[in-house]
């Protein structure tokens, strides 16, 4: 009936249903989803896990831009008009992750509100994130930045509890993640672990505890 509100879009039944266009992968750790130069054709939703976006300079040099994780998209570009990837995505740890046709996204913001609806708040949340990591890159010290890092992969504030970061993620991916060196991330991984922040032993255990260390002000600027 005119007037009554459709129900939220449930992205849990939406992904499960079958659909033409759409397909759902498991990805070992270390698996592309795609490469820099791929057409830019489809988007992709992680389900679960994490995932590393790059980006590879003319030289061969390699950044990471940033980590993504379960609830979030990539390659979303293509729906702006890019007809190639400008990054590469690859899975850190096992992942879930559905791939979706440009063709099918595109006709579902045009056919289904409550889905459009969805889709721009996951989009506009990332791109909250990307700005706060911005700011963290700028003003921010390398400890306040490991710690964000970390409860970012954990999952901190998507689901409510912090989840174990399957497997345990290399000190170099995340200094560069961070913009810091793998000294500096070595030594404030040891002090968050002896202060009980986090655990890691094959695999890495964020505890919610460690948002003290992005609430405490008096981090500003140290290192």
Request: proline share 4%.
């Amino acid at each position: 009936m005119d007037g009554i509100p459709k129900p939220p879009f449930d992205a849990s039944l939406y992904f499960k249903a079958p659909n033409k266009g759409r397909t759902t992968s498991t990805y070992e750790a270390g698996r592309t989803l795609f490469l820099q130069g791929d057409p830019a054709d489809s988007i992709f939703y992680l389900e679960r896990g994490n995932i590393k976006i790059t980006v590879l300079s003319e030289q061969g040099k390699e950044a990471v831009v940033s980590m993504l994780g379960a609830g979030d998209f990539c390659g979303e570009q293509c729906l702006a008009g890019q007809t190639v990837r400008a990054t590469a995505a690859m899975s850190m740890s096992e992942c879930i992750v559905t791939r979706i046709e440009k063709a099918v996204i595109v006709r579902l913001v045009h056919d289904e509100p409550a889905f459009a609806e969805w889709l721009i708040s996951r989009l506009l949340d990332r791109n909250i994130r990307i700005e706060s990591d911005l700011v963290d890159q700028l003003f921010n010290s390398t400890e306040k930045r490991l710690a964000r890092l970390l409860l970012t992969l954990a999952n901190f504030g998507k689901e409510g509890t912090p989840e174990p970061i399957v497997p345990m993620i290399s000190q170099e991916t995340m200094a560069e993640a961070i913009g810091a060196t793998r000294t500096r991330v070595n030594f404030f991984m040891n002090k968050f672990r002896q202060l009980g922040f986090i655990e890691y032993n094959g695999t890495l255990t964020v505890r919610s505890s460690l948002l003290s260390v992005v609430l405490d002000e008096q981090s500003r600027g140290k290192l």
